[in-house]
């Protein structure tokens, strides 16, 4: 076994309260697409003036709501994808009381759907949906089903995902939540993420515990601060240290 491999494993066992905060980088594994990679959704060409950016702005949403929910449904819904190892892993530690939280930049749901219960999303979740008028919850097959922008049956109203856009602010009480995690962690575990998206990366500075760990296939800003870094892929890597089929 590879000696990263085996610092990892005894961090972990040696630790009772592991916090892990998570990015892009985690779902890639199970066919989601990343952003800022070589092939990720920022890189590719839409044929349109505007970038990708912009299309998942609020601005966007509220001026071109036809254009952003064809981007939307397009590139952001992937209802047919599964946990990784990274996701199994999470969920087994939780369930060994190791790990206390996730805190994820994601929207996926992937971590709730491995088993993971003290989630933390950043950035809201596709699975959630609401109208805009009368508050009606709606799950994300209603939004994949309408046509065009989506209406609330009740009302009328404009459902809108509850995911953070960009112009949009965190929501204070998820954010107060994953603070509030990261601060009482003894270990933090940083994976698949290149920490430039604030203030998601911000929240790191609350950590004052024993381990940093971080791993993402690039250098991320923090490298310098952890105890252990690896480079690779991040449900590989899970896969080894909790010996997942």
Avoid: W
Avoid at 209 to 218: A, E, Y
């Amino acid at each position: 076994m590879d000696d990263k491999i085996k610092q990892l494993k005894k961090i972990i066992e040696e630790s009772s309260n592991i916090v892990f905060f998570g990015g892009a980088g985690v779902s890639t594994e199970s066919g989601i697409p990343d952003f800022r990679s070589a092939d990720g959704i920022y890189n590719q060409d839409l044929g349109r003036e505007v970038s990708p950016e912009e299309m998942i702005s609020h601005t966007f949403y509220a001026q071109h709501p036809s254009d952003f929910f064809e981007f939307y449904k397009d590139k952001l819904l992937y209802p047919d994808v599964e946990p990784n190892c990274c996701h199994k892993a999470l969920a087994e530690l939780e369930k060994q009381g190791k790990l206390k939280a996730i805190v994820t930049q994601n929207i996926d749901g992937l971590h709730q759907k491995a088993g993971s219960e003290t989630v933390y999303e950043l950035h809201g979740s596709v699975l959630r949906n609401y109208c805009e008028n009368c508050g009606a919850f709606y799950d994300m097959n209603y939004v994949i089903d309408s046509d065009g922008v989506p209406k609330c049956s009740a009302c009328g109203g404009r459902v809108k995902p509850d995911v953070v856009l960009y112009e949009e602010m965190l929501d204070d009480d998820v954010v107060n939540g994953a603070v509030n995690a990261i601060e009482k962690a003894d270990t933090l575990i940083i994976g698949g993420t290149t920490l430039i998206v604030y203030p998601a990366a911000g929240l790191i500075r609350y950590f004052r515990g024993k381990h940093l760990v971080l791993i993402n296939k690039t250098s991320t800003p923090a490298d310098k601060n952890a105890d252990l870094v690896i480079h690779d892929s991040i449900g590989e890597v899970f896969r080894q240290v909790m010996e997942i089929d």
